[in-house]
């Protein structure tokens, strides 16, 4: 049976080329999109959610709207230098011809699995505070949840937003740490392994040349992104792959090694926004990471067996 998702997301190039490779896994079942600001403010990446299950031929997907601003800290900006004013590279997309169904996104995400307890994982490739609303409205989500897989963080490297803070982390740093210590099954695929992950342009170029309208997509999209990441990280050939890394490590974890400790999110000062491991675990003096839930830290991919992974799925007929 393939394992039932909720994708909580901010698209966005890399989430669309997220969503997009789960919606050609066999071994998983998409049953909603909750959106979030991040990349784009909220009301565009719903706009952006619609397009993409419209796109895939799949718009009996629901897409539930989430939250416009963090919980507690201002928004002080989305990424359009990273993916365009549009969230698409500034490719100006067709309106979507759906509309985001009635409940919020946290709302959605409680009904559909206290529903199916133990049945549906949390996919977040965006800042946390759907998932934060979501347990505040009902704290048995704990238990009845499959897992929590989250792209974000940086546990033993530095952020990109700061040298303290991986983005999705940063902009809902008080969601985070809510997130991270609510004691439900917990993956952070965090820039310690995706940034060792790395679609060159000749990769890109393979994908395009399987000619279908998802690989079109992706190649329309891209090279707003692509020249982002050529001008930021001198000596790169290519850009990093964030998003589909989470939605990698559902279908195959094998991909990864982790390690287990509790995390904190730090919430104010120079550090707003840090994913603080406890590897030690064992202090004399009882701190704020003690007796707080372990989560799996992503720390090692291998890199070249996952691009075969996404290739392989994303060019799939449609």
């Given amino acids: 049976m393939p394992q039932k998702i ?26 909603g999109l909750t959106t979030i600001y991040g990349n784009v403010h909220t009301d565009l990446a719903t706009q952006n959610a ?18 416009d ?29 759906g509309k ?38 009902e704290p048995r989500l704990i238990e009845a949840v499959a897992g929590v897989v989250l792209m974000g963080g940086a546990a033993f490297v530095n952020g990109n937003v700061t040298p303290a803070a991986e983005a999705n982390i940063y ?7 809510v997130v991270f210590t609510a004691g439900w099954p917990l993956t952070m695929v965090g820039l310690d392994v995706t940034t060792k992950i790395v679609m060159t342009s000749d990769y890109i170029a393979d994908l395009r040349s399987a000619g279908t309208r998802t690989t ?18 001198h000596g790169l050939n290519g850009m990093h792959v964030h998003d589909p890394a ?10 990864f090694a982790t390690l287990s400790a509790p995390v904190r999110v730090i919430t104010d ?25 372990l989560a799996q830290i992503c720390i090692d991919v291998d890199a070249a067996r996952l691009l075969n992974l996404y290739r392989s799925y994303i060019t799939r007929p449609d």
């Fill in 100 to 137: 985001p169904i009635d409940p919020s996104a946290a709302q959605f995400i409680v009904e559909m699995v206290m529903a199916q307890p133990g049945e549906i994982t949390l996919v977040s490739t965006g800042p946390l505070t759907n998932l934060a609303l979501a347990l505040a409205l």
């Fill in 246 to 255: 989470a939605i990698a490590y559902v279908v195959d974890p094998s991909l």
């Fill in 269 to 293: 000062g120079i550090a707003t926004g840090l994913t603080l491991p406890d590897c030690h675990q064992d202090w004399d003096i009882p701190n704020g990471w003690t007796d707080q839930p």
């Fill in 6 to 31: 909720i994708i909580d997301t901010d698209p966005g190039i890399d989430d669309a080329m997220a969503i997009l490779f789960a919606l050609k896994a066999p071994e998983l079942e998409v049953v």
């Fill in 216 to 233: 079109h997509f992706i190649d329309t999209i891209n090279p707003f992104y692509m020249t982002y990441y050529c001008q930021t990280y």
């Fill in 171 to 177: 902009k809902d740093p008080h969601a985070a740490d």
């Fill in 50 to 67: 619609l397009r993409l299950v419209e796109l895939a031929h799949r718009p009996d997907i629901p897409v539930a709207h989430g939250a």
């Fill in 69 to 97: 601003l963090p919980l507690v800290t201002p928004l002080k900006q989305v990424a359009h230098h990273v993916h365009g004013v549009d969230g698409f590279g500034n490719t100006n997309q067709p309106p979507p011809r």
